[in-house]
């Protein structure tokens, strides 16, 4: 069995009701779960959360919500890996344990299908124990600066200072929006960021990280553009 699990805990106290706040005429949750929907690859497509509000907006756009989410799993240091296991372990409870999971950020509207698609494609292919969604930095991190004590600016690797760009390794960061799991290897390793890992990269201008209110704004006026532009 494949199952979406998409985390949405009710606490969000820089954006308040962050996972079902209305992002360009719906809740920002119901793009992953539609992208998930859209997907095919899913025998269920479930939210973990301990909010009813969020709760019944997801069952509104059509994923399940069959436990909620115990408190200890709902604070602000409550990891991604715990709920995903949390989840895995209670499908394994009702006998119906998951082959492949998905954890779907529920802040991820430009996540797309296709995406979703090539990771399922990488990890049953590969026999990985994670796929998930990566982008390239902007700018080299090799040329990355710090403060110093004195106030001065420092490089963190000066061996960099006079190489060209285009000899530097490129970099990549966690794109925010999907992790392809296999349920077994991940119950027993409790690891989302295997030794085995692959990536899907997904193009710079479909990432935005939504943390703040301005992270926000800044997703709406790409969110627009995108679409003007039929790149969504």
């Not at 025998?43 to 994923?63: M, N, P, Q, Y």
Request: net charge positive; hydrophobic share 40%; charged share 25%.
């Amino acid at each position: 069995m494949n199952v979406a699990i998409i985390p949405a805990r009710g606490g969000s106290k820089r954006i308040p009701g962050k996972n079902i706040k209305h992002f360009v005429g719906k809740p920002i949750i119901a793009y992953s779960i539609e992208a998930a929907k859209e997907s095919g690859l899913f025998d269920r497509i479930f939210v973990s959360t301990d909010s009813e509000k969020i709760a019944l907006t997801a069952k509104k756009f059509g994923a399940e919500v069959p436990f909620t989410r115990p408190k200890d799993l709902s604070g602000d240091f409550a990891s991604t890996a715990m709920v995903i296991l949390h989840a895995l372990k209670w499908l394994e409870g009702q006998g119906t344990p998951a082959k492949y999971a998905c954890c779907i950020y529920a802040t991820a509207p430009f996540i797309k299908a296709k995406y979703i698609e090539k990771g399922y494609r990488l990890i049953t292919r590969k026999s990985a124990s994670a796929v998930f969604s990566v982008t390239s930095f902007p700018f080299s991190i090799f040329r990355a600066l710090h403060i110093d004590e004195a106030g001065c600016l420092k490089m963190f690797w000066s061996e960099y200072e006079f190489a060209r760009s285009n000899d530097m390794p490129e970099a990549y960061h966690d794109a925010g929006q999907f992790y392809w799991l296999d349920g077994k290897k991940f119950i027993k390793t409790k690891k989302i960021y295997s030794n085995d890992a692959l990536p899907v990269i997904i193009p710079r201008f479909l990432v935005q990280d939504i943390d703040t209110k301005e992270d926000w704004k800044t997703a709406e006026v790409k969110y627009g553009v995108c679409k003007a532009r039929k790149l969504l």
